[in-house]
């Protein structure tokens, strides 16, 4: 079955790196995805990483994933003030859905 | 190219009416998800369609349904709306194609039932 794991909360001083932890339980995961949103708005895709890779690196962002202990982190470096807003974790399989933690709220003081 | 969009992006209905929301994904993306986002639920998966047929269908009562047209654009449709229905609807496209997976997400419809 799917149950993907957040912490709820995450205060980070601004200029220093954010870490933002996950579980998941489905083994099957083909892909899985960290998206941000803000009030009232959608959700914004900020990355996603193949099952089969153990890391990836974009800009500020860096996903690393843990297939073994099914666990999965999003690190932002240098958070900035606009990087408050909640982000999710999300999972895929092959049934072209994804399922969704609770939702991560960070909030960056200065 | 455009973003995903969404209409109406709010909506005020009475207990027992249906609605109708609308969602056109990103040009070349044939499939649509369909999502509702509560505080209380969370995230949960409504249904998916590509090229027009659904493919999977997420754990809702038969009041709500969809489909999708041929130029890839979808509907969802709430019958007998009930006060928890109340909710932000959001759809995705995404194309599902080999070396890309990535599904992105419109505004949302912020559905409220009185």
């Known amino acids: 079955g799917e149950d993907v794991e957040q912490s709820l909360f995450l205060s980070v001083r601004e200029g220093d790196s954010s870490v933002i932890n996950c579980t998941y339980t489905?083994?099957?995961?083909?892909?899985l995805y960290w998206y941000k949103q803000e009030p009232g708005a959608g959700l914004q895709l900020l990355t996603y990483?193949?099952?089969?890779?153990d890391m990836k690196q974009d800009q500020r962002l860096t996903v690393l994933l843990n297939k073994k202990d099914k666990h999965l982190s999003l690190r932002i470096a240098d958070t900035q003030t606009g990087d408050s807003a909640i982000y999710f974790c999300?999972?895929?399989?092959?049934?072209?859905?994804?399922?969704f933690g609770a939702g991560t709220t960070v909030t960056v003081r200065a | 190219k455009a973003g995903v969009t969404q209409t109406p992006r709010y909506l005020i209905k009475t207990r027992g009416q249906q609605v109708t929301l609308s969602c056109s994904p990103i040009?070349?993306?044939?499939?649509v998800s369909w999502y509702q986002q509560t505080p209380g639920q969370g995230l949960q998966f409504l249904f998916e369609?590509?090229?027009?047929?659904?493919?999977n269908k997420g754990n809702f009562p038969g009041r709500f349904s969809g489909r999708q047209f041929s130029n890839s654009r979808s509907e969802m449709n709430v019958s007998t709306l009930e006060l928890g229905d109340s909710a932000l609807y959001l759809c995705?496209?995404?194309?599902?194609?080999?070396?890309?997976?990535?599904?992105?997400f419109g505004p949302g419809t912020r559905l409220t039932v009185t």
């Open positions: 995705a496209s995404s194309s599902w194609a080999t070396n890309s997976y990535e599904q992105y």
């Open positions: 489905d083994s099957s995961s083909t892909y």
């Open positions: 990483i193949f099952s089969n890779m």
């Open positions: 999300a999972e895929s399989t092959s049934d072209y859905k994804l399922s």
């Open positions: 040009s070349g993306h044939r499939s």
């Open positions: 369609y590509f090229s027009e047929t659904q493919r």
